[in-house]
């Protein structure tokens, strides 16, 4: 109640302020305006008589003109009239005029000397009185001809208008606003404690049931949130904190059984544990060129978006874990609009946990350092795939550019941190490890080459392969996916480079940089299972997917990449052509849904391979489709990572058939979210997942007969093969999940020993 009353006496406070202000600008107004009409009416007047009076005055015919001025004097608020000589002598008044409407002599030389009319506003008599002077000139000469242009003033006309009906109105004003406040008053407080009652006080009384149902370790409280707008961002706090803690309480559960069976899974909390016991207070600072968060405008709004990236997914939670900055290129058209003056934004936005810093690079210099050097030259040269890799000389310029803009950046967060620890992503940033180590020796740096490294041959093409390598040499720490891409790495600097290695331990040594070269295979975060959440699609939800798509089927393929030419999409799709040609009693049993996110559209060969996938899929449903079904559905966008959740879920079997690929995040994540523990993977053998994930069906991507044989045996495998296979894919996955890789990768830059650690810090 006692908020009730403050809100209800603020409210009235408010209101009658307004009313005030707005009744005042009314008075204002109006009083404006009706002065405006005297003054006008006054003008006309004046002109009138001035034309009449004139000769009268300079034929000094008195009589007539006094006759003149009775006459006039008997108008609406016309108080009277009176004619003043040149020496501000009253020459005739009307006789409703006494002793005190007499016309100031300062006011009548004014219009003497200025000869021009105007009025002001007197009190004469008591009363609010308008008086307008209106100087009085010779009409005829000498020789009694008419003047065309008279300057001599022979005299002032004087009107004099009753004012006060202006502060009659005013007052009436002010007395219908005062009733108005009495009568809003007396309404406001009757409205505002209904309103109080219905829209405030009944949803906080449900919000506090409902969390009270919850700590009292319900998993679906019977008592709905609030729905009303007004507390839809309490209640969304709410859900989060529940949960937050539903979360709690299945690490909780988790952990108790991993103990009971011996096993140990690293988590998001055990991580942020873990690197507190190994940062020792030192910051962490992670680079890469794509950022985790977007802002861009939708109309007048601003959206956040996350963009499609792996390494996103699989970084994104680290910083959440372990908190730090996070340095990346700007994306978002609205980016600028929410940094602060340090180019800084607090991020996720629903609930900050760490820093992003962006970086701002020209259209120009950025299409030479990403497009040209990074995505037409180092992608193709790593990937061995398809597209002969284009070097320029401007693309190298911009790169080293961009790098140079980089290592400003982190040098400038880092300012003041001691012994930080860096984290570089990419094939972005060869020589920014080099550049950092230069100005801060102290520093740890690691750098995680995200796609396969080729063989020495291979990579001399590039013709700064020199610069690139002895940039990567800069970090203490040079990571990657399998341990056949460090083979390669350390094979191509003993080919290139004056450098002493040590096989056994895989180090490099090149001047007083020692580095180290380790496998880390990257992966994903393992979901929270939450009570009450169901493991597996239902058929409606199925029925439901599939009539999204337009189709009608028995089973669901499904598959999700960039539209990148090394993923393999043109051989799984000839893969399914093979496999429905072989297959015909499946022919509308099964549909293969691709969702393709467009990429690096502006390269020409990506524009190009976007065209052939779509012709593709278009000349097969061309062949096979009938009314209520067809082979391929082909989305050509980029979708949510829980928009992709239900598919993942859906599916009978998931595709991921790169023909040559890092690790490939797809495959992880397709087995993370299958909690029904069923479905099957196909998965080929030149990504680096098929590595570790054993009991997906490897295939050879470019072995069409292989791709459609794989197809029928995971639609044709026995439930229980199905679900031997993904549980022990799952645990694989579970146990070996990206906090692990974080820990594990932190860990071991944490522990080296610098060659330096006392050398000075260059500024």
């Known amino acids: 109640m006692k908020l009730g009353l403050r809100l209800t006496a603020l409210l009235v406070v408010l209101v009658t302020l307004v009313t005030f202000m707005v009744a005042r600008s009314q008075v204002r107004t109006e009083k404006e305006g009706m002065r405006d009409d005297l003054q006008r009416r006054a003008e006309v007047l004046a002109e009138s008589l001035q034309e009449i009076i004139e000769p009268m005055l300079e034929k000094n015919e008195t009589n007539q003109l006094r006759r003149v001025v009775e006459r006039f004097a008997n108008r609406e608020h016309l108080d009277g009239v009176g004619v003043y000589n040149p020496l501000g002598q009253l020459v005739v008044e009307s006789s409703s005029l006494g002793a005190n409407f007499q016309a100031p002599q300062m006011s009548i ?16 008599g008591g009363t609010s009185t308008h008086i307008y002077y209106q100087p009085l000139h010779h009409t005829i000469d000498a020789n009694g001809k008419p003047v065309q242009h008279a300057t001599d003033v022979i005299g002032v006309l004087t009107i004099y208008h009753d004012a006060g009906y202006i502060e009659a109105q005013s007052t009436q004003v002010w007395r219908e606003t005062l009733w108005h406040v009495v009568i809003q008053v007396l309404l406001i407080v009757m409205i505002t404690v209904a309103l109080l009652r219905w829209a405030i006080f009944l949803p906080l009384t449900r919000t506090e049931q409902w969390i009270r149902e919850l700590r009292s370790g319900r998993a679906a409280p019977r008592t709905p949130l609030p729905t009303e707008e007004l507390f839809q961002p309490l209640s969304r706090e709410v859900a989060k904190l529940a949960q937050s803690l539903a979360e709690a309480r299945a690490s909780a559960e988790e952990e108790a059984r991993l103990r009971e069976t011996g096993e140990s899974m690293w988590t998001a909390e055990r991580l942020r544990i873990s690197m507190q016991t190994k940062l020792r207070g030192r910051p962490l600072f992670v680079v890469s060129n794509r950022e985790p968060y977007e802002h861009v405008r939708r109309g007048k709004a601003i959206e956040t978006m996350v963009p499609a990236s792996g390494l996103v997914t699989a970084l994104e939670p680290i910083l959440r874990a ?93 300012e003041g941190a001691v012994e930080p620890i860096v984290l570089i992503q990419d094939y972005h940033f060869a020589l920014l490890p080099r550049l950092i180590k230069q100005k801060r020796p102290d520093a740890r740096v690691a750098i995680f080459w995200h796609i396969p490294w080729p063989n020495p041959e291979a990579f001399r093409i590039c013709p700064w392969q020199k610069e690139l390598l002895d940039g990567l040499l800069g970090a203490d720490l040079v990571s990657f996916h399998i341990q056949a891409h460090c083979n390669n790495f350390l094979e191509t600097i003993d080919r290139a480079l004056e450098s002493r290695i040590d096989w056994d331990r895989f180090s490099v040594s090149r001047g ?14 393992w979901p929270e299972r939450h009570s009450g959440a169901p493991a597996r699609v239902t058929p409606e939800e199925r029925t439901t997917i599939l009539q999204g798509l337009g189709v009608e089927a028995s089973f669901l393929g499904f598959g999700v990449d960039r539209l990148d030419y090394t993923k393999g999409i043109m051989e799984r799709f000839r893969g399914i052509e093979s496999f429905l040609q072989k297959n015909p009693s499946l022919r509308e049993q099964f549909t293969f849904l691709q969702i393709g996110a467009p990429s690096r559209t ?11 996938v779509d012709r593709e899929a278009e000349r097969i449903n061309a062949a096979y489709q009938t ?58 053998q030149f990504a680096g997942a098929s590595r570790e994930l054993r009991d997906a069906l490897v295939v050879n991507p470019y072995d069409i007969e292989q791709l459609a044989n794989a197809i029928k045996f995971a639609l044709s495998m026995p439930p229980e093969e199905r679900q031997a296979r993904m549980q022990r894919m799952r645990r694989n996955v579970r146990e070996h999940n990206v906090y692990r890789w974080a820990a594990e990768l932190i860990s071991e830059l944490c522990d080296i020993r610098l060659e330096q650690p006392d050398a000075v810090m260059e500024r």
């Open 512 to 525: 007083d940089q020692t580095t180290l070269v380790r496998p880390h295979p990257i992966s994903v975060a």
């Open 602 to 612: 502006r390269i020409p060969r990506y524009q190009e391979f976007l065209n052939e």
């Open 322 to 414: 372990c908190g730090g900055t996070w340095i990346a290129n700007a994306s978002g058209d609205a980016d600028r609009d929410v940094v602060d003056k340090h180019d800084r934004v607090r991020v996720p936005p629903e609930q900050p946990e760490y820093t992003l810093r962006r970086i701002w690079i020209g259209e120009e210099v950025y299409d030479g350092y990403y497009l040209g050097f990074a995505n037409e030259g180092l992608w193709p040269l790593c990937h061995i795939a398809h597209t002969r890799p284009i070097f320029r000389m401007s693309d190298w310029e911009a790169y080293s550019e961009v790098n140079s803009q980089f290592c400003d950046a982190v040098l400038e967060e880092m």
């Open 627 to 684: 009314k209520r079904w067809r082979p391929i559905v082909f989305l050509k966008k980029h979708h949510s990572h829980k928009e992709i959740e239900p598919l993942y879920r859906a599916a009978d079997l998931c595709m991921v058939t790169s023909l040559h690929d890092g690790m490939n995040l797809v495959a992880k994540e397709f087995i993370a979210s299958r909690e029904d523990e069923d479905g099957v993977l196909i998965l080929s």
């Open 109 to 124: 030389a004014k219009a003497r000397m200025q000869d021009r009319g105007f009025g002001e506003l007197r009190t004469l």
